[in-house]
């Protein structure tokens, strides 16, 4: 069964991004970005061991991990000295004795407060900033999870997930997209290891954008030679995640856990560590020590890229990047705070942000005391 499952998921991901010349290769990329510090502060490397409401964005097979009560995790962050916001919720509900977990997860990314020039210069050649407008561009996205226990024994547990999600895009007033695409993923739990997969755009996630500009901006477009669009879609490839971790046995009230997972995008050569015209690799590893199940110390690394030498006058020498993170949390009761040191560019550039969420179970008091 498992070796059937995770077979399936794989020929249809690369079944499914035959024909890539028709997709674009950066398309929705603000559900990329992560959800949740835990995962930030890991470099990103969840698809193995999560297990709570985040697993509806990292992989929806994990929400099994769910148990008897509701779990909700929330996060907020900005970038680039606050113009780009980024919030993600999740509620994840455990139905029929645990056997299926039912999950939804809400993000939006926005950049708020883009100047409007189309008005700046006046038909006269004059300028005239009180003409100057501004407006907002959001994307969001609602994802509505599923996982179900395949197999849970003492030695070994199974499960498996699968998401439908709903993309909505706006750009001011100008243009609006909707979206759609499925996740499916499958997660397995010995008794010190974990190993995932996810089969993210499964059926190939697409946006159809529509357009609309008022007359007067038309001609501002037409006289300034730009294109009018009228209606457009966007088409997002399918990608593979798989990933695996380990627990180390050091001591009662010490716990050391180590993944590593890696994308695997079939639309064409990447800048990553592995890149062809068939497959590129993006590899994603994270730590995570515990003291006592309270507190938490977790580091990560993550996209690997080449890029110029900055001391490089030619432009000739290229270098390996690499985004570094490191981050904290801290368990009480039914109370997780977790936070993430995290890296906008690569271990040279200084553009850090600071990430905090939270996660916390609802707990069931009548349930509980039955």
Known sequence: MRQNLAASLLFLCVFASKGFSQFRKYSNEFLNIGAGARGLAMGSAQVASVKDATAGYWNPAGLVGVKDNLNVAAMHA??????????????????????????????????????????????????????????????????????????????????????????????????????FGIDAGLQMHGDKWHAGIVARDLTSTFNAWTFKFTEREKQVLYLTNNDIPVRSTELTAPRLVIGGGYNFPISKSFSLMAEASADLTFDGKRNTIVSSSAVSIDPHIGLEAGIKDVFFVRAGITNFQRALADDDTLNQKKVWIYQPSLGAGVKIKNFMLDYAFTNLANQNNPLYTHVFSIRFNIVNNKKNKH
């Not at 561009?137 to 395949?150: E, K, M, R, V």
């Open 78 to 179: 900005e970038y680039f000295a606050g113009i780009g916001k980024y919030e993600y919720a999740a509620i994840a509900a455990p139905v029929q004795d645990n056997k299926r977990t039912l999950g939804f997860s809400f993000l939006r990314f926005a950049v708020d407060d883009i100047p409007n020039t189309l008005y700046l210069v006046q038909p006269d050649g004059s300028v005239n900033y009180n003409n100057i407008e501004t407006f907002s561009s959001a994307d969001y996205a609602f994802l509505l999870s599923f996982a179900q226990n395949i197999k849970d024994t003492e030695k070994k547990k199974i499960s498996f997930g699968i998401n439908a999600k709903v993309i909505y895009r706006k750009v001011g007033h100008f243009a609006t997209a909707w979206g």
